[in-house]
């Protein structure tokens, strides 16, 4: 059984850069043909898929975000790690990271095989 965990700062000011990591276990964020994803869900609305990291490094991010998203990874510790630069009030929202068998740059939940619990982050001064 795969177990995802997101940590990071749950408020982070505005211009500032979010950083969130998520730490797996049950499995390898390096096993073949798995995609990790970020999701994000703000107050009141739908699921946004953000971007992922494949299991062989490649990144992949949603048009929407791409000048202001990075996301990388460290095997040794088998985590993978968000970057969002310049937040605003609008980034606040519940993060989750999710893995999926064929990385999929989807919002729909039954697409992934497993999720983190989520953590909200705030954007405010």
């Known amino acids: 059984q795969v177990q995802l965990q997101e940590s990071g700062p749950g408020l982070v000011k505005p211009s500032q850069t979010l950083s969130l990591t998520c730490s797996v276990s049950?499995?390898?964020?390096?096993?073949?043909?798995?995609?990790w994803s970020w999701i994000r869900q703000p107050p009141g609305k739908g699921l946004e898929w953000m971007g992922a990291i494949d299991y062989d490094g490649s990144t992949y991010y949603s048009p929407s975000l791409k000048s202001r998203i990075s996301i990388s990874r460290d095997t040794s510790k088998n985590q993978f790690t968000l970057q969002l630069r310049s937040v605003t009030p609008e980034d606040t929202a519940v993060y989750y990271c999710?893995?999926?068998?064929?990385?999929?740059?989807?919002?729909?939940?039954?697409?992934?095989?497993?999720w983190g619990q989520g953590t909200q982050v705030t954007v405010s001064s």
């Open positions: 999710a893995t999926s068998l064929i990385l999929t740059a989807t919002d729909n939940r039954d697409e992934y095989d497993y």
């Open positions: 049950g499995g390898s964020i390096t096993t073949t043909y798995y995609g």
